[in-house]
């Protein structure tokens, strides 16, 4: 008889009680027997399956929730915090922002993950419970660089996950766009047809080139587009003091004439420099060089981030690693699964053997980045470097 073991994705589905939802979900039937089955395996009974339930256990093993290669892991390392994941649909972008961590790494689109596979990767998340919070669809700049954006974002919408969209506001004010083979009179119908498709939120970006420049008119218009049509947003400062900050968002309201903006969030998201940026760190050295996660976003992290290639990791500042995996090389579902056992993660689950490595590998290497001033650029770099032992 066949033996089977729970998965950390079954795990994450019953701490969230997703898991009827996401068995209705494949099996589009009442799946009530099939719960019962798993619940007795998760209670380490191994229960006689009735004819039933058998025809379903090929299809759960293939979904990853469950396991008949022996026990998983239960480390440190969990996905059990994860609540979104950032597809970085592609590196490609019409501008070029002195702070961007994919300067050096922007211009290959060779192994940009095709339509399909995208979706795939989509499905595999909704099904691991990885995505309450929702999706966020980012790049580069998506909006205008993948072809296929439109369909992504309708499927993501058609399986009822929220998904935001980062963008640097280009496209705001602009009559007459042409966006993969549709027409938009203005950017007025491009929001509104975003919105139908499930759009629940822009991220738009700001940071210090923006300061008295005419981009900033593209911020407005997109704010203003935002709040027209009850959609929320936040303001990315990047690299800004709040005071800075502050002053900005009263210049945008004095601009908009209006004294609330109901639907904005503000973001600050630290300048960190781990090489790829063509900025300086040191001029940012106001900024706290603590880790805003305190390092465990590498074993315990809020978000994961899928490169344009597939490569899958946890932390947003380590541009181009694959600490999680590889998802042209192994499925996602089989990267969750393996990551409480996470050698790399494992390393920052104490302080002091990552004080170790970070010591060991920064002798060996550190000629190769600029100055490790910020503790999320020594994590990255460490991160980087054993992941390519």
């Known amino acids: 008889m066949t033996v089977y073991y729970p998965t950390h994705i079954l ?5 969230r009680g997703l898991l009827i939802d996401r068995l209705k979900f494949i099996f589009g039937v009442d799946a009530g027997e099939v719960e019962r089955f798993i619940m007795a395996v998760y209670a380490h009974g191994q229960p006689v399956p009735d004819r039933a339930v058998s025809a379903h256990l090929p299809t759960l093993v293939e979904n990853g929730y469950l396991n008949v290669d022996g026990p998983s892991s239960r480390g440190r390392c969990s996905f059990m915090n994860t609540v979104g994941v950032n597809f970085e649909l592609t590196y490609r972008c019409n501008l070029r922002c002195r702070h961007c961590l994919q300067q050096n790494i922007r211009d290959d689109t060779r192994r940009e993950l095709s339509t399909e596979q995208v979706k795939h990767l989509i499905r595999q998340v909704y099904l691991s419970g990885l995505c309450t919070v929702g999706i966020n669809f980012t790049g580069g700049e998506a909006l205008g660089h993948r072809d296929d954006l439109f369909e992504i974002m309708a499927y993501t919408g058609r399986l009822g996950i929220p998904w935001r969209l980062n963008t ?35 991220a738009l970006s700001f940071d210090e080139r923006m300061v008295d420049s005419k981009r900033v008119n ?36 004095k601009a908009l004439k209006c004294n609330f903006l109901p639907h904005l969030t503000i973001v600050y998201n630290e300048m960190v420099d781990v090489g790829g940026a063509i900025d300086s760190a040191g001029r940012h050295s106001w900024q706290s060089n603590l880790s805003p996660c305190m390092g465990t976003g590498f074993y315990h992290p809020a978000y994961l981030h899928i490169s344009p290639e597939g490569k899958v990791r946890t932390c947003m500042y380590a541009s181009d690693a694959a600490n999680v995996g590889d998802v ?36 060996q290497g550190a000629e190769k980045y600029k100055a490790l001033i910020h503790e999320c650029a020594r994590n990255a770099f460490v991160a980087g470097a054993l992941g390519s032992k």
């Open 168 to 202: 640097n506001s280009w496209w705001a004010g602009k009559a007459d766009l042409e966006l993969f083979g549709r027409h938009f009179p203005s950017s007025q119908d491009l929001v509104l047809y975003l919105k139908d498709l499930g759009l629940q939120r822009f």
């Open 218 to 253: 593209d911020l407005l218009c997109s704010i203003s587009l935002c709040e027209m049509n009850d959609i929320d947003y936040e303001v990315i400062f990047t690299g800004i003091e709040s005071a800075e900050a502050s002053r900005v968002i009263t210049l945008i309201k």
């Open 328 to 363: 042209r090389k192994d499925d996602f579902i089989d990267l969750i699964n393996r990551f409480p056992g996470n050698e790399i993660g494992r390393f920052f689950t104490s302080p002091v053997k990552k004080q170790q490595a970070i010591a060991r590998l920064t002798a």
């Open 11 to 15: 795990r994450i589905l019953l701490r």
